[in-house]
Protein backbone atom coordinates (compact mmCIF):
# COMPACT_ATOMS: atom_id res chain seq x y z
CA UNK A 1 0.00 0.00 0.00
CA UNK A 2 1.07 3.57 -0.90
CA UNK A 3 0.38 6.59 0.54
CA UNK A 4 0.33 10.01 -0.94
CA UNK A 5 2.71 12.92 0.73
CA UNK A 6 -0.48 14.92 1.80
CA UNK A 7 -1.80 11.38 3.16
CA UNK A 8 1.27 10.78 5.38
CA UNK A 9 1.57 14.86 6.84
CA UNK A 10 -2.46 14.92 8.05
CA UNK A 11 -1.52 11.05 9.48
CA UNK A 12 2.11 12.23 11.16
CA UNK A 13 0.17 15.67 12.27
CA UNK A 14 -2.45 13.89 13.89
CA UNK A 15 0.00 11.71 15.63
CA UNK A 16 2.20 14.50 16.54
CA UNK A 17 -1.03 16.41 18.13
CA UNK A 18 -2.05 12.78 20.42
CA UNK A 19 1.29 12.68 21.84
CA UNK A 20 1.65 16.04 22.94
CA UNK A 21 -2.19 16.16 24.29
CA UNK A 22 -1.60 12.85 25.90
CA UNK A 23 1.74 13.75 27.47
CA UNK A 24 0.26 17.21 29.18
CA UNK A 25 -2.56 15.54 31.05
CA UNK A 26 -3.59 17.30 33.75
CA UNK A 27 -2.24 15.17 37.08
CA UNK A 28 -2.53 16.48 40.42
CA UNK A 29 -0.23 15.03 43.99
CA UNK A 30 -3.34 14.95 46.23
CA UNK A 31 -1.30 13.52 49.51
CA UNK A 32 -0.85 16.39 51.86
CA UNK A 33 2.59 14.99 53.44
CA UNK A 34 3.67 15.64 49.69
CA UNK A 35 2.10 19.19 49.41
CA UNK A 36 5.81 20.98 48.57
CA UNK A 37 3.53 24.69 47.93
CA UNK A 38 3.15 25.22 51.69
CA UNK A 39 5.60 25.11 54.79
CA UNK A 40 2.21 24.76 56.67
CA UNK A 41 0.36 21.76 57.70
CA UNK A 42 -2.77 21.51 55.64
CA UNK A 43 -5.19 18.40 55.20
CA UNK A 44 -7.48 17.61 52.00
CA UNK A 45 -10.90 19.72 52.35
CA UNK A 46 -13.70 17.39 51.96
CA UNK A 47 -16.58 19.25 51.06
CA UNK A 48 -19.48 17.97 48.37
CA UNK A 49 -20.46 14.48 46.77
CA UNK A 50 -18.15 12.58 44.58
CA UNK A 51 -20.15 14.25 41.44
CA UNK A 52 -19.55 17.48 42.75
CA UNK A 53 -16.13 17.62 43.31
CA UNK A 54 -15.48 15.98 40.00
CA UNK A 55 -17.31 18.90 37.82
CA UNK A 56 -15.62 20.90 39.64
CA UNK A 57 -12.38 19.18 38.75
CA UNK A 58 -13.50 19.10 35.31
CA UNK A 59 -14.05 23.09 35.47
CA UNK A 60 -10.11 23.20 37.16
CA UNK A 61 -9.16 20.89 33.70
CA UNK A 62 -11.31 22.99 30.92
CA UNK A 63 -9.54 26.20 32.30
CA UNK A 64 -6.57 26.06 33.81
CA UNK A 65 -4.30 25.22 30.51
CA UNK A 66 -0.41 24.82 30.94
CA UNK A 67 0.97 25.12 34.57
CA UNK A 68 3.92 27.10 33.14
CA UNK A 69 2.17 30.34 33.19
CA UNK A 70 1.75 30.37 36.86
CA UNK A 71 5.13 32.06 37.85
CA UNK A 72 3.71 32.66 41.21
CA UNK A 73 2.39 30.15 43.36
CA UNK A 74 -1.57 30.16 42.72
CA UNK A 75 -4.64 28.75 44.31
CA UNK A 76 -7.11 27.76 42.51
CA UNK A 77 -11.08 27.71 44.68
CA UNK A 78 -13.92 26.11 43.15
CA UNK A 79 -17.56 28.68 43.26
CA UNK A 80 -20.52 26.26 43.00
CA UNK A 81 -18.41 23.31 41.57
CA UNK A 82 -18.64 24.82 38.20
CA UNK A 83 -16.79 28.19 38.87
CA UNK A 84 -12.94 29.30 39.44
CA UNK A 85 -11.73 32.11 41.52
CA UNK A 86 -8.36 32.32 41.67
CA UNK A 87 -5.10 34.01 44.53
CA UNK A 88 -2.01 34.40 44.13
CA UNK A 89 0.62 33.81 47.17
CA UNK A 90 2.35 36.44 48.19
CA UNK A 91 5.58 35.03 49.15
CA UNK A 92 6.84 31.72 47.19
CA UNK A 93 4.92 29.16 48.90
CA UNK A 94 0.80 29.41 50.29
CA UNK A 95 0.78 29.83 54.08
CA UNK A 96 -2.50 28.79 55.30
CA UNK A 97 -3.13 32.58 56.09
CA UNK A 98 -2.70 32.90 52.08
CA UNK A 99 -5.21 30.08 51.47
CA UNK A 100 -7.61 32.11 53.92
CA UNK A 101 -7.39 35.60 52.29
CA UNK A 102 -8.36 33.85 48.53
CA UNK A 103 -11.13 32.07 50.28
CA UNK A 104 -12.35 35.53 51.37
CA UNK A 105 -12.31 36.70 48.54
CA UNK A 106 -13.60 33.88 46.58
CA UNK A 107 -16.54 34.10 49.13
CA UNK A 108 -17.38 38.12 48.96
CA UNK A 109 -20.71 39.40 48.00
CA UNK A 110 -22.42 36.60 50.03
CA UNK A 111 -22.11 33.12 50.09
CA UNK A 112 -25.24 30.99 48.80
CA UNK A 113 -25.01 26.82 48.93
CA UNK A 114 -24.95 27.56 44.75
CA UNK A 115 -21.76 29.52 44.75
CA UNK A 116 -20.12 28.14 48.16
CA UNK A 117 -16.35 28.22 47.88
CA UNK A 118 -13.77 25.76 48.37
CA UNK A 119 -9.82 25.47 47.76
CA UNK A 120 -9.23 23.37 45.11
CA UNK A 121 -5.65 22.79 44.08
CA UNK A 122 -2.78 24.81 44.15
CA UNK A 123 -0.15 25.01 40.83
CA UNK A 124 3.52 26.00 42.05
CA UNK A 125 6.34 24.88 40.33
CA UNK A 126 4.77 23.14 37.29
CA UNK A 127 2.83 20.43 39.38
CA UNK A 128 -0.47 21.08 40.48
CA UNK A 129 -1.91 20.05 43.75
CA UNK A 130 -5.53 18.92 44.76
CA UNK A 131 -6.84 19.85 47.68
CA UNK A 132 -10.18 19.33 47.29
CA UNK A 133 -11.73 15.56 48.31
CA UNK A 134 -16.05 14.33 48.43
CA UNK A 135 -17.21 14.04 51.82
CA UNK A 136 -18.38 11.00 51.74
CA UNK A 137 -17.46 8.00 54.34
CA UNK A 138 -16.68 4.32 53.71
CA UNK A 139 -19.12 1.52 55.93
CA UNK A 140 -16.31 1.98 58.86
CA UNK A 141 -16.89 5.96 59.02
CA UNK A 142 -13.23 6.23 57.44
CA UNK A 143 -13.21 8.87 54.26
CA UNK A 144 -13.50 7.39 50.89
CA UNK A 145 -10.63 6.86 48.95
CA UNK A 146 -10.71 9.47 45.94
CA UNK A 147 -9.07 10.32 42.90
CA UNK A 148 -8.30 13.36 41.75
CA UNK A 149 -8.21 14.20 37.99
CA UNK A 150 -9.22 10.82 36.45
CA UNK A 151 -7.58 10.04 33.12
Not at 12 to 31: F, G, K, N, P, Y
Not at 46 to 59: H, I, L, M, S, W
Not at 118 to 132: D, G, I, T
Request: net charge positive.
Amino acid sequence: MTYTKPTLLTALAALSLMCVTQAHALTCEADPAKFAFTDDKLTVFRFGTPEQVDRAYQTLKDTIGPLDKYAATTVFYSKGYTKLTQHVCADGKCSVPDIGKGFSACSAGGMSLADACYPLAVAYQNKLYCLLAPSNKTASGESATYVPLKP
